[in-house]
């Protein structure tokens, strides 16, 4: 990573090509830099973006090394990038810290980092086989949720078990899992956070979240008393996790607000879908402060800009009519990321709403 602040145009390299990298390499661009983009064909939307964009398999080690060779910092934009991938890329180029990665990829992992720091979790036990998954829903009760130690995201590799009875129905996958039980919660939250290489940390402030499915649609600021009355004890978990893992860049971890205090839910090592808001609701946005942390420069004031902030998801077909919320009054601000094809359940933009007045 950055010791020193990078030039002006320097490099930086993206693995992955989402609408996060997409995002990333435009607040690149804003500063003076390079982007170039690493990712499997497919409709990679960053690399409209990007100065360069290599379509190569993540074991295509060769592929990787030439990419690696034009970047003077590399990052990721989700958290499932291969640890083989991000291995052929030498330790001192990347930011954050691949031990961030390899945590973040492996559910059980996870929850034991962030458990020996101070954080409450749901209760959980492992499952890696038909009569694991039995004795999990026999220990822990149900309702609860069987999830895949790796690979999910967005609500997939996830199965809801309303009662023991439910869980009879639904087959083991044949992978390592994990069972939860289901938490009692007002509010899903998240704590999102830059840390500069100088161990400098800032905050945003937490949205109030809606999930869907298991995918975020919606976030909201402010985001209610029982929030506001448990960041500070979720910030300070945050901040220990940022700490432990020596970490550069923006870190998000996902909280459940109880009547006993934040349960942890889970963590990205990335810019997050719920802090979107903040390129328009923040004095500088999480895509921004993730460019100035790697690239070694001071951080941005994170502080909110507006007394209220609406920003959803726009999913599958809806993007196709999108443009017309331009028309509305006040301050919406559009973002399509410009996929090509408006699958159901698939994210295709986002809308966030100011006003300087509360709802």
């Known amino acids: 990573m950055a010791s020193a602040p990078l030039p002006p145009g320097s490099t930086i390299g993206i693995l992955g090509g989402g609408q996060l990298g997409r995002m990333m390499a435009m607040s690149a661009a804003q500063l003076g830099y390079r982007a170039i983009g690493y990712a499997p064909p497919g409709d990679n939307v960053a690399s409209t973006a990007c100065a360069d964009f290599f379509e190569n398999g993540w074991g295509e080690t060769e592929a990787i090394a030439a990419f690696a060779s034009q970047c003077d910092i590399v990052t990721w934009e989700f958290e499932n990038v291969p640890l083989g991938a991000v291995e052929a890329i030498p330790e001192n180029m990347l930011a954050p810290h691949p ?41 822990i009760g149900a309702p609860g949720i069987l999830k895949t130690a790796r690979d999910g995201y ?59 499915g298991g995918m975020l649609v919606h976030s909201v600021l402010p985001a209610g008393s029982r929030v506001e009355a448990q960041v500070a004890e979720a910030r300070t978990i945050a901040a220990k996790t940022a700490e432990a893992l020596k970490y550069v860049g923006v870190l998000t971890l996902e909280f459940f607000a109880t009547e006993s205090g934040p349960v942890f839910n889970e963590m990205a090592p990335r810019v997050h879908n719920s802090g979107h808001w903040t390129i328009e609701g923040a004095a500088t946005s999480q895509f921004e402060n993730h460019i100035r942390a790697i690239c ?34 006040g301050e919406p601000h559009l973002h399509l990321y410009g996929k090509r094809e408006a699958k159901d ?6 809308v966030t709403r100011v006003s300087h007045t509360l709802p």
């Not at 999108?322 to 009054?329: D, F, G």
């Open 99 to 139: 031990v961030a990665l390899g945590i973040a990829q492996d559910r059980l992992q996870e929850k034991a980092f962030v458990e020996q720091i101070g954080a409450q979790c749901a209760p959980y036990l492992r499952v890696e086989s038909d009569e694991d998954f039995a004795t999990a829903v026999e220990r």
């Open 154 to 212: 967005d609500g997939k590799g996830q199965w809801r078990i309303a009662n023991a009875h439910g869980a009879q129905g639904v087959r083991f996958p044949g992978r390592p899992c994990i069972y939860e039980g289901m938490v009692q919660f007002e509010t899903e939250f998240s704590v999102i956070l830059v840390r500069g290489n100088d161990g400098q940390i800032r905050f945003w402030d937490s949205s109030a979240n809606t999930h869907e």
């Open 345 to 350: 359940g698939r994210k295709m933009g986002h």
């Open 296 to 329: 070694g420069l001071p951080l941005g004031e994170t502080a909110t800009r507006f007394a209220s902030i609406d920003m959803r998801n726009i999913v599958g077909k809806d993007a196709l009519t999108a443009h017309q919320i331009l028309a509305e009054e």
